[in-house]
């Protein structure tokens, strides 16, 4: 089967929709696959993107760059990518169009290149509302984001101890009410204990969290013995998981099970690139879109020149 297309793009956030404008400018063939699951819908003000003195919601900055988009008849198509196979001349993309929040049948495409920008899925704590929070502003995601809004807040790092541990030092930078609520603090080195009460860090013990009712605008950390600790912000440090499910490929990944690619943004398949959330940990809108800038002209410059 021939590849009719130039490239597919897995991914409608900040990396896969820069990309796509990208790509309509060098007056490539398309087809942009969104899933509708970006970490950028999520974010209430985002104040560190350039060009936007008062900050943007996630949503409205994707919104931005969707309508950017129109003009090169480039619409991202809401849709679930299931499985990406390498073909002799580039590869087979498996979807399922979602349509009125149904998933249709599955249908294949072929393309001559693919670029992974289908992001990452941040560990939450298990409360119903969870995606509600961090679109509040409850639970936040990336202190480098939105660590100086913190100042004078009283803030939670919620995670495994070590790992929140860490996270709340940089906090420290922010706030001088900063914590780590673990449910696991025995795994703290005295040494590290000791680097928490340097710092300024307090150490709880976890037994459950609440999140706020009503109009109440604090999170509910209940410590062991009944004692109520309230936070103005929570930052869940659980992990994330890079969203490669959809890969039928073995690619190389690094300790982080982040996609590695090389200063092109090209992975250890041929004529397969990522970019964004999916390739490292510094989570930002500017850091997705300027590699997703630099793959798309990569992509631009591997394919048959394009003369008109």
């Known amino acids: 089967m021939s590849c009719s297309i130039d490239c597919v793009i897995v991914g409608g956030g900040p990396a896969g929709l820069t990309a796509a404008l990208y790509l309509a400018r060098y007056r490539r063939t398309m087809r942009v696959f969104d899933a509708g699951e970006s970490r950028a819908r999520l974010i209430p003000v985002a104040r560190n993107v350039p060009g936007f003195p008062t900050g943007i919601s996630g949503e409205a900055w994707l919104a931005n760059v969707r309508e950017q988009l129109t003009p090169y008849d480039v619409a991202p198509e809401h849709a679930?990518?299931?499985?990406?196979?390498?073909?002799?001349?580039?590869?087979?993309?498996?979807?399922?169009?979602?349509?009125?929040?149904?998933?249709q049948a599955a249908r294949p495409v072929y393309a001559r290149r693919v670029l992974l920008a289908a992001g990452i899925r941040d560990g939450l704590p298990s409360v119903p509302n969870a995606d509600e929070l961090t679109r509040s502003g409850l639970?936040?995601?990336?202190?480098?984001?939105?660590?100086?809004?913190?100042?004078?807040?009283?803030?939670?790092?919620?995670?495994?101890?070590?790992?929140?541990?860490?996270?709340?030092?940089?906090?420290?930078?922010?706030?001088r009410d900063v914590s780590v609520v673990a449910s696991d603090l025995d795994a703290l080195s005295d040494a590290e204990v000791d680097s928490a009460a340097a710092s300024g860090v307090s150490l709880i013990a976890l037994s459950r969290l609440e999140a706020p009712q009503g109009a109440d605008r604090a999170v509910q950390i209940i410590g062991?013995?009944?004692?109520?600790?309230?936070?103005?912000?929570?930052?869940?440090?659980?992990?994330?998981?890079p969203r490669t499910d959809v890969l039928g490929l073995e690619v190389e990944r690094d300790e982080d099970g982040m996609v590695r690619t090389?200063?092109?943004?090209?992975?250890?398949?041929?004529?397969?690139?990522?970019?964004?959330?999916?390739?490292?940990?510094?989570?930002?809108?500017?850091?997705?879109?300027?590699?997703?800038?630099?793959?798309?002209?990569?992509i631009h410059k591997s394919l048959p020149h394009n003369a008109r």
């Open 224 to 241: 062991l013995g009944g004692v109520i600790h309230r936070f103005d912000s929570v930052y869940p440090v659980m992990g994330c998981h």
């Open 139 to 175: 639970f936040r995601l990336c202190p480098i984001c939105d660590g100086y809004e913190n100042e004078g807040k009283r803030v939670a790092m919620l995670g495994p101890a070590k790992c929140a541990l860490s996270h709340a030092v940089f906090m420290r930078t922010f706030s």
């Open 262 to 298: 090389d200063k092109h943004q090209r992975t250890s398949i041929e004529h397969l690139y990522a970019a964004g959330d999916i390739v490292n940990t510094l989570n930002q809108i500017s850091v997705a879109s300027g590699e997703a800038a630099i793959a798309a002209t990569a």
């Open 80 to 103: 679930k990518v299931e499985a990406i196979k390498a073909v002799s001349n580039g590869f087979r993309i498996d979807y399922r169009p979602v349509r009125g929040g149904d998933t």
